[in-house]
Structure formats: structure tokens, C-alpha cells
């Protein structure tokens, strides 16, 4: 018979069932409401975002020749848990030309948790990297004797020309700054690491697609998520067209040659960049792939230092090329007028010697042509004291910056800050500053600086600012911010004027247009091209002087401005003048041969006034 | 006939309809937890759920015949079907193959069987004979030796000989038949208390290494420890929590959709389709799903109470009790484990869990019941 004594704690019990379920729908609250952290603990634990690399976007220049452009690597993967024990350790070696201590101590690195924190047996791991085709052809054959082992495709850069490696940069892996300053990067990325490729890398390198991948819980990859929902496609990279003008490069390299130098030429309409070259530099295919981590050592311990683009940042005296900027802003500040006259002593000029062979006294003109120093001396000399000196060092001082002002305003001095050209050096013209802590406030006067006036001492310039000068003075007043991109936009195309008469610079332009028929530029001068153009020999402490010559060409409607600068060679007229005519010739008969004078004109009548 | 047409009219559907709700749901997510993206047919017999749907029907069929078979069998071969499973345990050990420490599986050609799971139903049935007799009235401590002994013995060799703590553990749930049939509250509620002060000190590590060591298993003692915060250690012991937590935490309101969880489908959670298999619930039916299935068990319980509630004798009552009481104990230690409340006990999820002897344990004990109570008609007040 049922003993109903008890029948209340037939509510107990039920009272513990609810409770067991209403403690656990409570924690489940917590669980799967509240607490809203484990949502991406379970997807960090399986899904993997796999990178779709985009491939990189080309190079051309101006006339679109491709310059850079992609090539396919490989990678060997392994996957060490289904090579197996009886894997043919010795025929893979074989296929892959190693030996079998390369192998174990590859496998050896690859195992090692500490330095490949990846590691999983059951997941790809890179054998090794960056191969060429020719080098995995025997492993593809035989790939079927070998469980666990695959082939992955990647792609690196590749160029058409063994030129203007200081311009397109290159391309390398990722390091940990680039990882910690920009969360697009992951480790094993490529990123553009210097010149143009690192200049334009968020363009060129295009947008990483991804692959969302579920891995169980061995890393093993089991396919992807959600059918794919979330994986993107990576966006290629942009292409872009540089002013570059590859085959005037190639010419302005062949013909520096193995002098150490650079040349720089500029379209002075738009600004754009044609070629700079930089002597010694290195073949680009160098620095890709496998190689290039010795390649780019070697490169940086070689002492004539390939790395360095002298183009924009050795800087040199600017020598007698300065002298067409004396002549310009001495007459914009009316130091001198277009008729003053000094006297020279030749050799026997003090403070400065002359050394050229002409009379005396001379013309604005003359000493232009005939890069006549005490002229120069005299002019800058009136220049800085034509609000008196010595008591007054107020005034001296005050037109010392005005000067220095107009000299800076041609782009000299100082980086060109809204421009695409990377590692730019500034250079100096010395401020008053640097003066009265060489010599004290009151210690130093024109005198003291007369190397100034013929562009010797501490004014330094770079071969890309004296390009830059060229092409001010052709466009008789301002420049357009010298850049690599064509195309460009606004930005890059920025004016800046130097705010002196334009008829000043026609004044400077016959100058140098005689410099080229009667001066320093005769001997190699293409007279159907009316080159202006201004030697210049800079003294040279260290050794032999460098030579610099800037010019443009033609002279009524520029369609080039070139600077070149050779170190250690000697006069300007000799090294650096038929390396900047020969590039002007070879540009204009390329792109204006409409330009061309006829042959037979005789070409004092061009240069005449 | 019309005999027959009386039990089948007195069989109380409900419990046989959420029974098959339950196993039918735990069937599909066998299904989901086994599922690694590459199609097989749930019906496949090479994956758990295709077998699975095998236990099941057989389970069907098992229950079909237990309510053709006469309820007066039980009481009166009670004690030799104790017996017999005394027996049965006791010969395990020198049978079974090990399976991961444990020594309680019996191969039989293609299955294996687990015969703890049939022992607590002739467990149940034993004592229920025992308290049923005519007379027996639980007074003193002295009416609780025969009962709490039957209870024990099996509870011991599962526990010694057969290295399996959880299915033993179950056995804790004959302490609520006993209540309801007048055991002293205060021994449930000091078994309560000494547990809640063996957490304390252990918590509090008051308890020596060398005594812990011989009550625990090493793994068993690090469970307990990673269980109460004194160890942190999600890759080691903990691990198996962490990533269950992980499961149902990311399922959040809706859950992920079904077959389209990644904890339990990536292998991140072990024992997905057994013990662990309320994961699967919780990350791919999120919020909703695992509080549906709760409620359900829930309400499967208390019918099995209100059944019980209106037994005519002492001997279906406390085989009733013991019933609903097995399953709730089941449900508390599987569920209180995934969700991270108990220690990691390895006992299966009634009707859910992948097995084909918990299952067919489970219609066992159901189905006897249900006979019991489809026949109480019969019987005199």
C-alpha cells in the first residue's frame, strides 16, 4: 500500500528538477548573452584568413615601354605528417639539387617552434622559397614520388632594362617595422622598399584578397567558410607611368659610364622627371628573389656606394653653373644693371682669379660666356653692399637674406616637399645663421664669403636641383615641382615662381647660348638645338675637381633641362658638358626632330642678340 | 484481447513522445556534431548517426516488446535479474578491452555493450521489490541498510573494477527514492553539505596532495582542481571545458544554424557526439535551441514524477522514482559539465549522447516504468 506520510516532498523533488534546469538556463544566459567574447574565440580557433596575394601593379614610362613588371616564383611546401617514414628523403634532394645536410637542416629550422611559431605537421610549411622555374622543372616531374609535397606559386618583379635601378627601387620582404606601422602587412608580405616602388607602394601593391578557411582543431585546412561568403577577391595593383624617358636613361648611364655620377634631365613644361640616372648603381634583377639578400649586402659594404642615388642626394658646390643665378638675381636686387662693366685682371685678379682668356673690362654678357670670376665677385660684392657695409652690418646682413631668399626660390637648398622623389637631400645655402657662428655676428662681410659669388664654399646643391635650375631658367622664371609620375595630378604640378624679370633670363639665355657657340660648351655642342647650357668645375678638396654642367635646349622653346655632375674627373667643359649635349641630341631627334635648325645655319647667328 | 486493448489505452503517450523528441533531436545533432562538411547521409551506416538511427529503431523495437511483456515479471524475478547484473559487473573487467582507462565494455561481434547501464534499471527494480514488500516502512536507519547496500554494491565494482567513476556516480540518484519514501532529509542534505565542504577545502587546499592522490586518479584530481580555479590550464585538463564553453558561448541568441558550427564540426570540442554532445546544441541552436531542449527534459521529468505520484504501490513508486531520479542525475552531471558547473565526468546525455547501450538502458528504464503505470488500473488501492 502507497505510504502517503510523506507525499509533500513529492514537491521537493519536482522543486529540485526546476532548479537543476532553471540554474543551467541561467548560466546559459550568461554564456551565450552576456558574455559576448567567445564568438571570436571560436573563430580564432578555426578559421584561418588566407591571403590571395594581388599582383603587383607594372611600371612604364613615358612611352609606354614596360619597365617592371611581375614573373612567377615557386615555393616547395611540405607537409610533414603526410610525407610519411618511408619518404625518399635522398630522390628529393636529387629532384631539387640540394644535398641531404641542406634538407635536415632545413627540416631541422622548419621544427623549430621557436623561430616558426606556425609549425604544424599537418599543415604546409615552405621548404624553401622564391625558386625559378628552371630550379623545381626536375621536382614538378617527379612530384608524384613524393606524399606530402607540393608546389605553390608566387609572383616577384622582374625588369625589361638594366637602368634606373635608383628610380624604380625594389622590391622585398616586409619587416617588423612595416608589420607594426601598417596592419595591411602580415609576415612574408612583399613591400616596395625603396625608389618608386616604395614611393607608390600603397597604389602598386593593390588590395590582398582573403580566403576564409576552416582548420580543424590539427590545423588541418578543411575547406572554406560559409561557401565562401566572406572571402574577397585581391584588387591588382595600379599601373603606373613614370615621365621616365628609359631609353634617355639607359644613353645618360652608358655615358657616365664607370665614372661615378649622375644626370638629371627634366621636361621643363610639366616638370616631369626624363631621366635620372645614378653611377655606380646595380642591375635591378639583382635585388629579387633568393639573391637578394647578399646582392643588397654587397651592394651596401661596396665602398663607391651603389645604394646612394646621387642624383638627389650627393651634394656638390654648384661652381660656375651658379653664376647664371648671380647674373639673374644681382639684377633683380640692382646690384648691377644689364650695361655694368668690371674690370679683370685675368690670373692676377684679386680676390679671385679669372681663369679664362678674355679683355677687360668685362660685360654682363662676356662674363657669362666666358664664366668670367671677378666679374662675378664685383657683382656680388655691389650686391651685398648697396645699402653700405661695415658700420651698417644691418643693411649687409638684410641683403645677404634677400639674396639668399632669391636663390632659394629657383628650388636650391631644400627638398622639393610636394614632389613624388624619394630620399631627397636638401642641400645649403647658407643661411646668416650658419655665417655668424662660423664667425661671429659682426665677423664676416662679403668679403669673407666671396666664394659664394662664383658658387664655391658652402653652398651645396644637388644634381636634381641643378636640373631643376636648368629648367627655371628655360622656362625664364618659374618651375613646375620636378616629379617621376606622368600623367600627373594636380598636386604634382605645382608652379613656383622666382618672381624676377623675364627679361633677366633672356639676358642669362644668350649667356649660355654663347657659352655653347663661342665658351666652356663648344667642343660638343649640337648647334641645330640651340643648347644654353654653363660648365661648371667645382674644387675638390679630396681630389680631382667635379664636373657640372647644366643646360637646356632649345633655347626659345625648352623642351629639356639637364644637370649632370661627374666626380673626380676634372673640367666641366670636358666630362659633363658632351654627356648632357649627347642626351639633349638624342631626346630632341627622338621626340622633336621638327625642332631641329638645318645643319648649315651658322650657328653665331642663333646665339647673336 | 481484452486485456491486451486495456495496456494500450492505459500507456501514457507523453513521455514516449518527448523521449522520441529528445532522441530524435540528439540523433540529428549526432549528425551535425560527426559532420565535417563532406556529405554522408545521415543514414549512413559508416558515420555515428546512421548507427545511431539503428540504436534507435531498435530501441523502438525494445520498447515495444517490454510493453508486451507483464509487469508482475519484475516483481517477481526482481531479485535474480539483480543478481544476474551482479554478476554480469563483476565479469566485465576480465571481458572488456581497455577503452581509454575504463573497463566496462563488452564486445559482442559487431557491438559493444556497456552492462553498467543496464545495471541501474535492475538496480531500481531490486530495491523497489525490496521496499514494496509488504510491511516495509523506512523508521530507523536500520530499514535503509538493505536498500543503500544494493545501491552500493554495484556502485563499488563500477567504481573499483571497472575504473568508471561516472556511470558509479549515477547511482547517487537512489537517494531520492529513498527521501520520498521517508529517508531522513537530513541525509540528503548533509550529503549536500559534505560535498559543498569538500569543494571548500579543497579549494582552500586543506586537504594534503598524498590523501587527494589516493582517492583521485591523477586526471581525475586535475579535473577537480582546473573545476575549482586552482589550476588554470586551458590546453591541459581545462581544455576540454574551455573549448566547450567556447562552443556554446559563440552560439549566442539564435546559434550558428545547423551544420554550420565550427567548434564542434573543427574537433575543437572532444567527445562531441557523446558527453560533449550538448555543445552541439548550444553553438549551432544557440540560446534558444538549448533552452528548448532543457525545458523539454524538464518537462519529461516531471511527467515521470506525476507518473510516480499516482502509482498504487510501493514497488512502482520507487522504481518510478528511481527512474525520473536517473535521469535527472544524468542530466544535471552531463550538462553542469559542458557548461562548465561540475567536474568533468564522462556520463552520457539521456536519448542525445551517441550509444547504443545508454540508449537502449534508457528505453529500458522508461518502458518498464510505462508498462507499470499503464497496468496500475489493475490494481487494488
Redesign the interface.
Known sequence: ???D???K??Y???G???A??A???V???A???V?????G???N???VRQPVYASRGLIYDRNDSLLVFNQPIYEVLIIMREMGTNFDTVGFCQALQIDTMVYNKRIAEIKDTRHNRGFSRYTPQVFMGQLQKEDISLLQERLYNFPGVSIRKRTLRDYTYNAASHILGSVGEVNQRDLEMDAYYQQGDYSGRDGIEKQYEVALRGTKGVEVL?????GRI??S??DGELDHSPVAGENLQLGLDIELQMLAEELIGEHIGSAVAIEPETGEILAMASMPGWDPKSLVGKKRGNNYMALLRDEHKPLMNRATQATYSPGSTFKTLQTLVCLHEGGIKPTTEYPCNGPQSSPIKCTHHHGSPVDLGMALEQSCNPYYWCAFRDQLQMDGYGHNNRAFRHRYELWRDDIMRFGLGQRFEDSDIPDQKGGSIPSTKLYDRYYGKTGWKAITIRSLSIGQGEVLVTPLQLANQAACLANEGYYITPHLLHNDSVMLSKRHDTGIDRAYFQIVKDGMARVMTRGTGRYHNFPKWHICGKTGTVQNPHGKDHAIFIGFAPKDNPKIAVAVAVENVGFGATWACPVACKMINMYLTKHFPELADEPDKDPQDVSAK | MYRRNSIWSGVDWLPIGLFLLLALFGWMNIYGAGY??EQTSIFSFSNRAGKQFVWLMTAMVLGFCILMIDEKTYDVLGYWFYGATILLLLVTPFLAHDIKGSLSWITLGPISLQPAEFAKCFTAIAIAKYMGRYGY?VETWRDLVVPCLMVFIPMAIIMVMQKETGSALVFAAFL?PL????MT?KIMASGVIVALVFVVVLKCGWIPDSVMDKVFEPHQKTRIEVLLGIKEDPTGAGYNVN?S?????????FGKGYL?G??T????VPEQDTDFIFCTV??EW??LG??AV??V??AF??RL?MI??R????FS?VYA?SV??IF?VH??IN??MV?G?LPVIGIPLPMFSYGGSSLWGFTLLLFILLRMDASRINKL?
Open positions: 500500500m502507497i505510504n506520510t510523506y507525499y516532498r513529492r521537493v523533488i519536482a529540485i528538477v526546476i537543476v534546469v540554474i543551467y538556463i548560466r546559459l544566459f554564456l551565450q548573452i558574455d559576448r567574447s567567445r564568438r574565440q571560436a573563430d580557433n578555426a578559421l576552416m582548420r580543424d582543431n590539427r578543411r575547406g567558410y560559409h | 565535417d562538411f516502512k531520492l527521501y520520498r519514501q521517508g532529509g573549448q564553453l567556447i562552443a556554446i558561448g559563440s552560439g549566442g541568441f554550420k565550427t567548434q564540426k573543427m574537433k575543437f548550444g553553438e544557440g540560446f538549448s533552452t532543457l525545458l527534459y524538464m521529468i516531471l514524477i510516480a505520484e502509482q498504487r504501490d510501493t513508486q522514482y525520473a531520479s535527472l542530466l544535471t550538462v553542469g557548461l558547473l488501492r
